[in-house]
């Protein structure tokens, strides 16, 4: 669902970008850029940091917080 979610508003998001009619060439280019470096940066943390993406998704906010402390941490998550 969270991967759906981030494809579907990184795609509409890039999509926007380059339809969009900005009379500033650079300022678009640069939004552009930023676009792109972002939905890069995204496809590396869902590629490599699956098991902390699952630990923190699991469960209630309780221990949805204690996820993220023990992410911060570096101990991630108690195995289910």
Known sequence: MLT????HNTGGLGVSLYLIH????PLKRALQAF???GTLGMLYIM???VRTAQCVLQGS???????????????LCLET
């Open 22 to 25: 900005i009379y500033v060439s």
């Open 35 to 37: 676009w792109l470096a």
């Open 61 to 75: 906010s309780g221990f949805l917080i204690q996820s993220c402390l023990r992410i911060l941490e570096g101990t």
């Open 47 to 49: 590629a490599t940091q």
């Open 4 to 7: 759906f979610s981030a494809a």
